[in-house]
């Protein structure tokens, strides 16, 4: 079983940052892309960012410029670098990681709020 435990969410003013981090553990050989996803309230989820396990990263329109996605392969963690948080940026966050081990599944983290005030 794998798990991932996000951390780092909270209430920040319109303009803030936030540092987002989701750490992997259990048993597994690899990990292939990860990626961060949100849902705000009434909407569906969407794609944030996705990175690649060699680095190679994708963002969606809305936070490009402002968001960067990284990752320590050596410690199994995604990180989101939030920067210039706007209120529609409030959703929960979520952390998802396409693990391999007996074939390739994707896992999901618990979510994080993440709250930006105007």
């Known amino acids: 079983q794998v798990q991932l435990v996000e951390s780092g969410g909270g209430l920040v003013q319109a303009g803030g940052s936030l540092r987002l981090s989701c750490a992997a553990s259990g048993r597994f050989f690899s990990i292939n892309a990860m990626g961060w996803y949100r849902q705000a309230p009434e909407r569906q989820r969407e794609m944030v960012a996705t990175i690649t396990s060699g680095g190679t990263t994708n963002y969606a329109n809305s936070v490009k410029e402002r968001f960067t996605i990284s990752r320590d392969n050596a410690k199994n963690t995604v990180y989101l670098q939030m920067n210039t948080l706007k209120p529609e940026d409030t959703a929960v966050y979520y952390c998802?990681?396409?693990?391999?081990?007996?074939?390739?599944?994707?896992?999901w983290g618990q979510g994080t709020q993440v709250t930006v005030s105007s």
């Open positions: 998802a990681a396409d693990v391999k081990w007996l074939g390739v599944r994707t896992y």
